[in-house]
């Protein structure tokens, strides 16, 4: 990683918990069967040689007609895709590193839980050539586990028309520089790739992914969810600790908004129960809960969160918390619990649907300003 850099900037309007109102304009959107969101955007892809992955049975692929893709890094193929763009799509959608946006600020580090970074959404076809948007859909998956693009399809399908309906990307930099990012938003989803430009932070800074599967409101097994399941592992650790742990553990009051995703440092007062008091069968445990937060995204990105974790000393200086609030069904499964660390912070939110906020360093001084 490279020196410290204390730009990490989030300008999201705070808001309560259960509110959720900057996905409610979202909630009457006409939703693609699974079926039809597939046939339509089985021929907006790349080949399995630009990615570096694995075919799914049944679907179609169409190989961009930009050879130079194959390279196969999704770095490489921002780079393509900025080659790709006219002088007027560049004045649209590309930004110097540091731009700073009047109303929302450094914007290559916004992280919001629905927001538009620019004005084009992917499938304009106005406005993004086939070609550009193969390219696209490229880096999208080169991003992502392969394992997960059927489930992140889904979630599109679900939350926002599907892939590229309601998704804008932005270019920070000069791809092929040192300093260079690309980041894709949308309706739960912010993600980056940054070929470790940006300093000191995992995943190129503050990530947020969510899922409405099953309507605004989701049930106690919020079923169709495809991040649920992290949720429920939490929740089995949850069964395993002791009544005094699970007292130390469970919070009936001080949930934080959820958007509060700064760092403490290591000197920070944090809720919950110390991971280095658990068991080692605990400790084991959660280790399986973080193989599961960081699954869906690809294998760097992964491997830079356990990097972070490392220089600050692992799991053990890290507290899991878990919030009685809002617990859908009054079912004890808690819908909303956070894993804090002094420069970590992955906050669950399951009410009334799914929204989880990642902000990892390897140094608690990079700022978060919100």
């Known amino acids: 990683m490279k020196p410290l850099a204390n ?42 040689t630009a990615l570096g992955g694995v075919l799914p049975a049944g679907r179609v692929w169409a190989k961009a007609k930009v ?37 929302r600020g450094l914007l290559r580090t916004r992280v919001a839980n629905n927001w538009e970074i620019t004005e084009k959404f992917i499938n304009d076809k106005e ?58 938003t949308g309706r739960h989803m912010t993600i980056r790739c940054d070929g470790n430009s940006a300093d000191h932070v995992a995943f190129g800074g503050p990530i947020f992914y969510g899922h409405a599967a099953d309507g605004f409101n989701e049930g106690p097994t919020h079923p169709g969810n495809v991040f649920w399941p992290q949720a429920q592992a939490a929740n089995k650790l949850y069964q395993m600790l002791d009544g005094k742990q ?25 809720q919950g129960l110390p991971v280095r008091e658990m068991s080692s069968d605990q400790k084991e445990h959660l280790q399986q809960v973080m193989a599961l937060l960081v699954e869906p995204y690809r294998q760097s990105d992964r491997d ?20 009685a609030q809002e617990d859908i069904g009054k079912d004890g499964v808690w819908d909303i619990w956070r894993l804090e660390g002094p420069a970590f912070v992955w906050h669950y939110r399951g009410a009334p649907h799914v929204h989880v906020w990642v902000n990892v360093a390897d140094d608690p001084s990079v700022k978060l300003n919100a």
Request: include cysteine; proline fraction near 4%; glycine fraction near 8%.
């Open 127 to 184: 406005f993004y050539t086939d070609d550009q948007r193969k390219i696209i859909r490229g880096i999208f998956e080169g991003i992502i586990n392969p394992e997960w693009h059927s489930r992140i399809d889904k979630q599109l399908a679900d939350d926002s028309e599907g892939y590229g309906a309601k998704n804008s990307i932005a270019i920070f930099g000069k791809p092929g520089s040192d300093k260079f990012e690309f980041v894709m």
């Open 67 to 103: 050879e130079p893709a194959a390279a196969g890094t999704p770095e490489s193929l921002v780079k393509v895709l900025y080659e790709a763009l006219s002088p007027k799509q560049r004045e649209i959608m590309c930004f110097d590193w540091e731009h700073v946006d009047k109303d």
């Open 304 to 323: 830079e969160v356990t990097q972070c974790l490392k220089a600050q000393g692992g799991l053990d200086n890290c507290h899991l918390a878990y919030y």
């Open 246 to 270: 699970q007292a130390q553990a469970l919070l009936k009051e001080g949930l934080p908004k959820e958007q509060q995703v700064a760092f403490r440092g290591k000197d920070g007062k944090f």
């Open 7 to 48: 730009n990490t900037t989030n300008n999201v309007p705070e808001t309560t918990i259960p509110s959720c109102d900057c996905c409610t304009s979202l909630v009457g959107a006409r939703r693609l069967q699974r079926r039809e969101f597939l046939t339509a955007a089985g021929g907006a892809v790349l080949g399995a």
